[in-house]
């Protein structure tokens, strides 16, 4: 009897549920699939809003090289058309956003005078931007005008110091000084060098910062619906190239009857809207590094698919390049990395 006491009285050892830890090891397999699965999809989304944006960007630079060069001459009809047909692209997405959520930030066309007027100075810049855009590279190769466009970056520095007073750090200011050595390096080197097509460039590429400095203005009267203010910047730009033809382009008038080409003009077009849509699914899916990472991308591959395609750039040439491409990548990290501190350094801090 004592001994079944003790028995009885003994601390009893834990029994393990088996069903229980198998539930819950299965469940903790199953959340990690999920989160995998999560993870891999969004990393192939990433990946694909990168690709759309490389390739739609990229095909726009070669597509207009050939047509004004080889096809249709008419520089500021061809942008005339190229923004008509961008705003049709808006006007159907528009409507096809009454009836598909994904489109419905897209608003329907419309236009208020008043409305134009008071962002007239930002839509004059905006104008400015696409059409010496496109002068710019039917005077210059495809490789060496990635070259004068990046002098957007010490045009960013200048602007900023003059116009907002914003001091810049020693180290963005060094990978400034070498965009601008990348930049006399390449004009050196540039066998087809064209004054012309550099001085548009260089406005464009100025217009590009001043741009970026003064769009907020605009945003804010458009209570920050960027579609809106592209919306009305590609109207203003539609009245504002319609003076412009009839004085350098009237010889297109009546004389010019290609359906080839008026059917990669209209390739042109939709592109260029194409364009603004994957720049802002870019910025909405991606962080401002891999932003910076697929503008570098973006003009490797150019400057590479240039190379392949047209005459190999001389040595020059490709060291004023390759100074261009990883001065503008360094500059936009630093210029992020300094950005974020001081967002952090801005923020309430709360006392323990």
């Known amino acids: 009897r004592m001994e079944e006491d003790a028995v009885a009285e003994s601390p009893q050892l834990p029994v393990h549920n088996t069903t229980l830890t198998s539930d819950a090891t299965h469940t903790r397999s199953q959340q990690q699939q999920i989160a995998a699965n999560l993870a ?32 249709f001459p008419y520089p500021f009809m061809f942008t005339w058309l190229q923004q008509v047909i961008s705003l049709g692209c808006f006007a159907a997405v528009g409507q096809l956003g009454k009836s598909w959520a994904p489109a419905s930030v897209f608003p329907p066309i419309e236009f208020d005078p008043f409305l134009l007027q008071k962002i007239a100075p930002v839509a004059f810049i905006y104008f400015v931007l696409t059409t010496f855009n496109n002068l710019c590279i039917e005077y210059v190769d495809v490789a060496y005008y990635q070259v004068v466009r990046s002098l957007t970056v010490p045009f960013t520095v200048f602007l900023s110091y003059f116009l907002n007073r914003q001091r810049i750090s020693k180290d963005a200011l060094k990978m400034c000084i070498m965009v601008f050595a990348g930049f006399v390096l390449a004009s050196i080197g540039e066998m087809y060098f064209s004054i012309r097509g550099v001085f548009f460039g260089i406005v464009a590429s100025g217009c590009v910062s001043l741009y970026t400095l003064k769009v907020r203005g605009a945003m804010q009267i458009m209570e920050g619906n960027q579609w809106k203010l592209l919306m009305y910047h590609t109207i203003g730009s539609i009245i504002l190239l319609l003076p412009c033809i009839l004085l350098f382009d009237m010889e297109f008038i009546g004389k010019y009857r290609n359906w080839d080409t008026l059917f990669h003009i209209i390739i042109s077009g939709i592109l260029s809207f194409l364009v603004h ?49 990883i001065g503008s990548f360094i500059y936009s990290n630093i210029r992020y990395s300094e950005m974020t501190r001081l967002n952090q350094a801005q923020l309430p801090t709360r006392n323990v």
Do not use: D, H
Request: glycine letters at 4%.
């Open 40 to 71: 891999y999809r969004e990393t192939l989304k990433t990946g694909g809003v990168v690709a759309f944006y490389l390739f739609v960007s990229i095909s726009l630079i070669f597509l207009n090289k050939e047509i004004l060069e080889e096809e």
């Open 277 to 325: 849509v994957a720049v802002a699914l870019q910025l909405a899916q991606t962080s401002p590094l891999m932003n910076n990472i697929s503008g570098t991308m973006k003009a490797c591959l150019q400057t590479l698919l240039a190379v392949v395609f047209y005459i190999p750039p001389p040595f020059l040439n490709v060291v004023g390049i390759i100074l261009v491409i």
